[in-house]
């Protein structure tokens, strides 16, 4: 190809990425297979001014992409990943080949995570309320407490990272947090809800102000549908 080929190529490619996004959310880069990329069930304008739309397309469309399509790629040589439950893969992360045990911690990970996160946020997202609230109360030390302790810890964790809410069978509550995209799904607990800290999250919109950032969050968070996932944990319902 020439240069100028290369350069008339590059600026067609631009174009029907922008065309793509104007129309939907932006589809998985490359390599199907198994595993998928959720459609955000909102407007990736929805969350604003709390989180910006460039942030969640990129978030969603170029970030959760990536660990979809980078799965795909690990399912290719290794097939039973796309048919065993994500949580029994993560759960169980030492059972795999050393040659795919990072990768799929990092990508199916991430993949969890994401997928978890797009579905507890969404506009108009209300308060908590029954069940849930009890156990806030009971397990939490109430929501004020709760939310600045959770706050706290999404702000302590060093570098990247997520802080999360665990839910027991029974329905009690924990503020954890982890690592990159490590998850208390790969210690067998289950997750209710949480908060993304990686810097893409945040950084177009809030810079370093991470504090600011996890103030904000709590603006989008969806309690309808944490209810139903507090309601399917204790059920023993609740995947990712
Ligand atoms: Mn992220």
């Given at each position: 190809?020439?240069?100028?080929?290369?350069?008339?190529?590059?600026?067609t490619?631009?174009?029907?990425?922008?065309?793509q996004?104007?129309?939907?959310?932006?589809?998985?880069?490359?390599?199907?297979?198994?595993f998928?990329?959720p459609?955000?069930?909102?407007?990736?304008?929805?969350?604003?001014p709390?989180?910006?739309?460039k942030?969640?397309?990129?978030h969603?469309g170029?970030?959760?992409a990536?660990y979809?399509?980078?799965?795909?790629?690990?399912?290719?040589?290794?097939?039973?990943?796309?048919?065993?439950?994500?949580?029994n893969i993560?759960?169980?992360l030492?059972?795999l080949?050393?040659?795919?045990?990072?990768a799929?911690?990092?990508n199916?990970?991430g993949?969890?995570?994401h997928t978890m996160?797009w579905?507890?946020?969404g506009?108009n997202?209300?308060?908590?309320d029954?069940e849930?609230?009890?156990?806030?109360?009971?397990d939490?030390?109430g929501?004020?407490?709760?939310?600045?302790?959770?706050?706290?810890?999404?702000g302590?964790?060093?570098?990247?990272g997520?802080?999360?809410v665990?839910v027991?069978?029974?329905g009690k509550?924990?503020i954890e947090?982890?690592p990159n995209?490590?998850?208390?799904?790969?210690?067998?607990?289950?997750?209710?809800?949480g908060n993304?800290?990686?810097?893409?999250?945040?950084?177009?919109?809030?810079?370093?102000r991470?504090?600011?950032?996890?103030?904000a969050?709590?603006?989008?968070?969806?309690?309808?549908?944490?209810?139903?996932?507090?309601a399917a944990?204790?059920?023993g319902?609740?995947?990712?």
């Amino acid at each position: 190809m020439t240069a100028i080929a290369g350069i008339a190529a590059s600026a067609t490619a631009s174009r029907t990425v922008f065309a793509q996004a104007a129309t939907a959310p932006a589809a998985a880069p490359a390599a199907s297979g198994p595993f998928t990329l959720p459609p955000l069930t909102y407007a990736a304008n929805a969350l604003e001014p709390h989180i910006d739309a460039k942030t969640m397309e990129i978030h969603h469309g170029k970030h959760h992409a990536a660990y979809v399509a980078n799965m795909n790629n690990v399912a290719k040589t290794h097939p039973q990943l796309g048919s065993t439950p994500i949580e029994n893969i993560l759960g169980n992360l030492n059972a795999l080949d050393d040659s795919i045990k990072s990768a799929v911690r990092n990508n199916l990970g991430g993949h969890a995570n994401h997928t978890m996160f797009w579905q507890i946020m969404g506009p108009n997202g209300g308060k908590p309320d029954g069940e849930v609230l009890a156990a806030i109360d009971r397990d939490l030390g109430g929501l004020d407490k709760f939310q600045t302790d959770f706050n706290a810890a999404g702000g302590r964790q060093f570098g990247s990272g997520w802080v999360f809410v665990t839910v027991t069978r029974d329905g009690k509550l924990a503020i954890e947090t982890r690592p990159n995209q490590d998850t208390p799904l790969m210690d067998g607990k289950r997750v209710l809800m949480g908060n993304d800290v990686w810097e893409h999250a945040y950084y177009l919109n809030y810079q370093n102000r991470r504090p600011d950032y996890l103030k904000a969050w709590w603006n989008t968070v969806n309690w309808a549908k944490i209810s139903e996932r507090y309601a399917a944990a204790k059920a023993g319902r609740l995947t990712i």
